[in-house]
């Protein structure tokens, strides 16, 4: 054998702190020389210890399995956790296959025996329980499992060599007892030095562990973001949640928590439709078919495979291949779902077939001939196949209907029209009746046929149709008469990209005749069945009205008169529509999902929502939603999650679209824009504790940059018309200073500390004293200003000119004084104590200032830009900033380092406030809000239409439109609480980890 002994261990502390003690001990163990010569060995040859974890999801590789297969002992280092690792129980279960499991030896690193060891190990072929070797490693400390190890290791050897354990341990305690005579001292000395390395280096390799581990959970992360963007939501938690430690072995990151809250959507306030998972096929998806009651799926890819999937249980239940004849593949019509017993049912050129959920075949339709055409119906309930009876032409002149329960035939029509058939099929509602186009012929007269499997008297019903192309046909109802309407066009005006005129026919099916014509614009882009269909619509007379998809264009048809009653324009394709009585659903080629209440009326929808940037199907079972874009082999899974996250919720008047919390927390305002007057500001006032409503006050034109709490009790609004608003919260109370200059154009800005506010315009700029709330300064230029930034004592203001040069304006001499820096300064922050200059510059970096001797005390490289954002923390140790590509930076002035860089966050930022007591820094931007941990530095989460983060609280608030929603921040407990929820026990697959890289433990 090339090895004596192979070690098996989950590559995660204690574990591999005994697997490495283990393999040193065994190959460097002296052999004491009486021994040697009885069993012919001076030493214990090579152990093999695979040094990193394999990839999980493969097979254990060459090298492992002739490791194995060259080892004469297998070592299993056993914790708790090892019956959970893939890669050891693979490793047992081959070894033992190979050796027998009297050649395994295991090593107890961490709990007891009846939850550590293997379960191959703890019960022989038989089921009956054994014992096997086992060596006792445990210690709380490492101080411990090295005392241990001393005589375990000895146990260990004296299996591997085949001897007595006592005999050994004698004998080595002799010659050690020689040994030590001789070399005490020497010992001592070594021992003593050697024993404050070890100490060292394994405090060094378990920090370079940790950070091994945290860099690691930023990966996971980052991959868990990168499926989300797909819209595996589920797949992404369970990435999110690899990284999130369960009993502390691993460091917790802020990155998990924020992939793992994005993941589970909980800051998200609409949950009717949240994407959940994707389901993949080999090749793109063509179409998938469902059963309303339940959540079983089909779905037909372009290959002609089907996969049936069970959504409830997230596993896909069977696959059907394609079927290939003399080395061409058959092809595939069409497949759907029974509703009563979920039979699938597949239509290809080979006959139609039935199967159960388990996969098997439990009926076969076929014929001599090859099928031409086949669809089955929308509900499910009934098919028909198109052929030619003589089995050699092209062009089909058969039609059979056919039940999918059980594949019998309900009725074979045979075409007396002169044109053949075409693929254009449509059945009514009951699965009774089924219309079939007819192929356009030159000179020939075109026709829809109509049968009726139940009633003989309709069958055979040729109806004459104006135009030679028809586009589609669907069944309509009025009150006392069932018909059909057909859309169609002449041939020679059908083209892509081409709007044309339709004309919509209605036949009556009882009186047997022609009712009405109407002619309406369709939008023909290319030839796909979906984008122009003819559906049933109720609108609480049942079935009176019809939904006809033209395009990009929607038209609601009275099917009395053929008028026109109402019409949805979409800018896109509409791709698909699903109807159920008076609601329908309707999705577009650009990724739009909208619901409508047509009892409503359709100008807007009730519920809209983008969903993919392409939908070319969609469907819904019972509790789920499913897309395909029809060129992808992913079908993604939506659920309506009716679980309300926020904790609570409230109107105010307007939309809101802005928001602050006081520097206690104690009070908060919303800021909304007034319903039909885009001037008008209202600012509502609650209290935190109760969200209650305690005042409110109109502040019109506000300047949303500039509103701040200037104490806890007092908001301070500048507006466009230049009026200086104070608010009062505990007398609810408005002052008003109106400015005495007139400009049209100007800026504000107001000191770090809120006392002090610059408003400037070209030529000049005033200084007020937000405390006394008079101006202290009015300063004229002989120069253009293009920005002020005032000091937190407000002795000074800095600026700078279009010349992009900076200058230092004494608030009260009026002192001008200009730097000549050497580069242009675009933009201009100063830290909370006024010491530091942060400037923006034209040549590509960040430079931090002295601010008295104009000293540059770092630079960092930047993007120039003057549409950015910048501020420092309140310690002055960090700056934030985020340049014109909407990158966000934070540096660390200190050291001179770049700690955190991210396009996240990717609006332009309005605020940032951070709370020192809680180490939460706040990014609220002008469409959302992004917190992160400035204890780690990095994001903790993102919060939908989020407007800010109240001061000493753990409370969020989002708004959309008039409403406001209250969330609580959720810790790691509470969203790992909330994953299982969701997912229950649900992990990675094997294949999952293998495709996303993701190692066992």
């Not at 028909?384 to 056919?402: K, L, M």
């Not at 899974?637 to 307007?654: E, L, P, R, W």
């Not at 006024?834 to 034209?842: A, F, Q, R, T």
Request: hydrophobic content about 35%; overall charge negative; some cysteine.
């Amino acid at each position: 054998m090339k090895y004596d002994a192979f070690i098996s261990y989950r590559h995660l502390m204690p574990d591999e702190y005994v697997a490495k003690k283990v393999h040193k001990g065994l190959e460097t163990l002296r052999i004491p020389k009486k021994i040697q010569k009885e069993i012919g060995k001076s030493r214990i040859n090579r152990v093999f210890r695979d040094m990193e974890e394999l990839p999980v999801g493969s097979d254990l590789g060459a090298n492992i399995m002739a490791a194995l297969e060259e080892s004469e002992y297998l070592i299993v280092i056993s914790s708790p956790k090892t019956k959970e690792s893939y890669w050891c129980n693979q490793e047992v279960e081959n070894f033992v296959r190979m050796h027998g499991r009297d050649k395994v030896l295991v090593v107890l690193a961490e709990g007891e025996p009846y939850e550590s060891f293997p379960e191959q190990l703890l019960k022989d072929e038989e089921g009956n329980a054994v014992e096997p070797f086992a060596a006792d490693f445990r210690g709380t400390t490492r101080k411990e499992i090295n005392k241990k190890a001393k005589t375990e290791l000895v146990r260990l050897a004296a299996a591997i060599l085949g001897i007595d354990f006592d005999d050994l341990k004698q004998r080595q305690k002799e010659r050690k007892t020689r040994r030590n005579m001789i070399l005490a001292l020497g010992v001592a000395a070594f021992a003593f030095v050697f024993g404050g390395f070890s100490v060292y280096n394994l405090a060094r390799i378990n920090e370079e562990y940790q950070q091994k581990l945290v860099n690691e959970s930023k990966v996971l992360a980052a991959k868990s973001a990168d499926v989300l963007e797909t819209g595996d939501r589920k797949t992404a938690a369970l990435i999110a949640m690899e990284g999130i430690p369960e009993s502390g072995e691993r460091p917790l990151v802020p990155e998990s928590l924020y992939a793992l809250s994005k993941a589970l959507g909980v800051y998200d306030y609409n949950t009717v439709l949240s994407s959940e998972t994707v389901i993949n096929a080999d090749y793109s998806i063509k179409k998938f078919c469902n059963n309303a009651t339940n959540d079983i799926v089909g779905i037909l890819d372009d290959n002609g495979n089907v996969y049936v999937w069970d959504l409830k249980a997230g596993e896909m239940l069977y696959e059907i291949q394609a079927e290939y004849v003399n080395g061409i593949l058959v092809p595939v019509f069409d497949i759907g779902i029974t509703e009563e017993s979920s039979t699938l049912v597949v239509v290809s050129q080979n006959g139609v077939r039935g199967y159960d959920l388990s996969g098997s075949m439990v009926y076969e339709y076929t014929l001599e001939q090859p099928i031409l055409e086949g669809k089955v119906s929308e509900y499910n309930n009934c098919l028909a196949i198109e052929y030619a009876e003589n089995g050699v032409d092209y062009y089909p002149d058969t039609v059979a209907v056919i039940s999918p329960e059980d594949g019998k035939e309900l009725g074979v029509y045979h075409n007396d029209c002169p044109a053949p058939y075409s693929d254009v099929i449509d059945f009514i509602n009951t699965g009774s009746m089924v219309i079939v186009g007819h192929m356009q012929m030159d000179g020939e007269e075109n026709y829809v046929s109509v049968y009726d499997t139940a009633h003989e008297e309709f069958n055979n019903k040729n109806l004459l149709i104006k135009n030679d192309t028809t586009i589609s046909a669907g069944f309509a109802f009025t009150a006392d008469d069932v018909g059909v309407i057909i859309a169609s066009a002449p041939y020679e005006t059908i083209g892509d990209g081409r709007e044309i005129s339709v004309d919509l026919q209605y036949y009556s099916l009882a009186y047997d005749n022609r009712t009405w014509n109407t002619t309406v614009d369709y939008y023909i882009q290319y030839s796909n069945k979906l984008d122009y269909q003819i559906e049933i619509l109720g609108d609480g007379k049942p079935f009176e009205k019809s939904l006809i998809t033209a395009g990009r264009s929607i038209y609601i048809v009275d099917n009395a008169t053929g008028e026109i009653v109402d019409q949805i324009k979409s800018d896109s394709l509409f791709s698909d529509t699903i109807v159920g009585g008076d609601i329908f659903a309707v999705s577009t080629e650009a990724g739009f999902l909208r619901f409508y209440i047509y009892s409503e009326g359709v100008k807007n929808p009730f519920f809209e929502r983008k969903l993919a940037s392409n939908i070319a199907q969609i469907g819904m079972t019972d509790t789920k939603f499913i897309t395909i874009d029809g060129t992808s082999p992913s079908a993604r899974i939506y659920y309506s999650n009716n679980t309300q996250y926020f904790d609570k919720t409230y109107t105010v008047d307007g939309y809101s679209n802005d928001g602050m919390s006081s520097p206690d927390g104690k009070y908060y305002y919303i800021a909304s824009e007034e319903e039909n007057n885009s001037s008008g500001r209202i600012f509502t006032v609650c209290k935190s504790s109760n969200h209650k409503k305690v005042g409110e006050f109109r502040a019109d034109y506000a300047y949303y940059s500039g509103v701040q709490f200037i104490d806890n009790d007092t908001i301070f609004v500048p507006t466009y018309d230049l009026e200086l608003i104070f608010y009062s919260i505990s007398e609810d109370k408005k002052e008003v200073i109106k400015s005495d200059i007139d400009a049209k154009d100007f800026g504000m800005n107001v000191s770090d500390n809120k006392k002090y506010f610059v408003l400037f315009s070209y030529k000049f700029a005033d200084v007020y004293d937000l405390t006394t709330r008079k101006k202290v300064l009015h300063k004229d230029f002989d120069y253009d200003i293009s920005a002020c930034t005032i000091t937190s004592a407000g002795d000074y203001f800095y600026l700078f000119d279009d010349e992009y040069r900076v200058h230092k304006i004494d608030t009260k001499t009026g002192e001008d004084e200009l730097f000549d820096l050497g580069y242009g300064v675009l933009e201009l922050a100063i830290s909370p104590d006024d010491s530091k200059l942060i400037i923006n510059c034209d040549d590509n970096k960040l430079r931090v200032l002295d601010a008295k001797s104009k000293k540059e005390k770092v630079a960092f490289d930047f993007v120039a830009n003057r549409e950015g954002y910048l501020k420092t923390s309140p310690d002055g140790k960090y700056v934030f900033a985020q340049s014109s590509n909407n990158f966000f930076r934070i540096y660390d002035i200190e050291k001179g380092t770049i700690v955190l860089l991210t396009d996240a966050i990717d609006s332009k930022i309005r605020r940032i406030s951070f709370n020192e007591e809680t180490g939460v820094l706040a990014v609220s931007t002008v469409a959302d809000m992004y917190l992160l941990d400035m204890k780690s530095v990095g994001l903790l989460a993102y919060v939908p239409s989020g407007r800010f983060y109240i001061n000493g609280t753990n409370q969020i608030i989002t708004g959309s439109n008039s409403n406001i929603y209250v969330f609580n921040y959720m810790d790691a407990e509470e969203l790992k609480k909330e994953a299982r929820k969701r997912y229950g026990d649900s992990q990675l697959s094997e294949e999952q980890r293998l495709i996303f890289g993701i190692e066992n433990d």
